[in-house]
């Protein structure tokens, strides 16, 4: 099977642009979880959807959204971007339901800010 | 909330064995995982644990889990240069993740 893909791997946007993220699950997986890492903050939970519907979400500002399409694609959208987005954004799928929920990330996409 | 914390860094000898240590909060979790990640790249699951074992093996990984101390580790036997790079314990429950900071192993030829 193939892994978790996301597009573009790189993206360079200027402050006050809006950008749009896109994930695509392992085969067979509904959930998928959205994450921001930074040096300073770490990995921090962004939301997850489930069969289209947001399911979790973590204590980002509403400027950060993203949707799940009916298959299981999702996508990520950062409106109003400022310096501090600047960060490598992971997505994960897992299988609900399968036992252990496992997660399987890609290889994420680096976004920087200027 | 939940919380996950790691110790930042370890360095040892290329064929000595490497022990990372975790403590997690959330008691409700029913696995936990150790994922690596090398620089540039996105995280890569290693292992993980069902919260009823105390022990799983995976050729050169050892994963110990104390439930009662919320203790997690993971030992690598015969670590070898290219086993630098960062390890993150985590937390699962209902698509999200918990994370620890991450532990840099960094191994010395």
């Known amino acids: 099977k193939a892994g978790v893909t996301q597009t573009p791997r790189y993206l360079i946007k200027t402050r006050g642009q809006q950008v749009t993220l896109s994930c695509s699950p392992i085969?067979?997986?509904?959930?998928v979880s959205w994450y921001q890492q930074t040096p300073g903050q770490g990995l921090q939970f962004l939301f997850e959807y489930f069969s289209e519907t947001q399911r979790n979400k973590g204590n980002f500002p509403g400027r950060f959204s993203g949707r799940q399409f009916s298959n299981s694609r999702s996508e990520m959208n950062v409106s109003t971007l400022e310096l501090g987005d600047s960060a490598l954004y992971l997505c994960a799928s897992s299988l609900p339901g399968g036992g252990t929920d496992t997660q399987y990330f890609g290889p994420g996409t680096r976004l920087t800010v200027l | 909330g939940e919380d996950v914390e790691q110790s930042l860094f370890l360095s040892v000898r290329e064929g000595d064995s490497s022990v990372i240590n975790c403590t997690y909060t959330?008691?409700?979790?029913?696995?936990l995982y150790w994922y690596k990640q090398e620089p540039g790249a996105g995280l890569q699951l290693l292992t993980y644990?069902?919260?009823?074992?105390d022990m799983k093996q995976d050729q050169r990984l050892t994963v110990l889990l104390n439930k009662k101390d919320k203790h997690l580790s993971l030992r690598i036997a015969d670590t070898q240069t290219g086993d630098s790079a960062i390890y993150f314990c985590a937390e699962t429950n209902a698509g999200k993740s918990t994370f620890g900071d991450g532990t840099t192993l960094t191994v010395k030829p």
């Open positions: 644990i069902f919260s009823n074992m």
């Open positions: 959330d008691s409700s979790s029913t696995y």
């Open positions: 085969s067979g997986h509904r959930s």
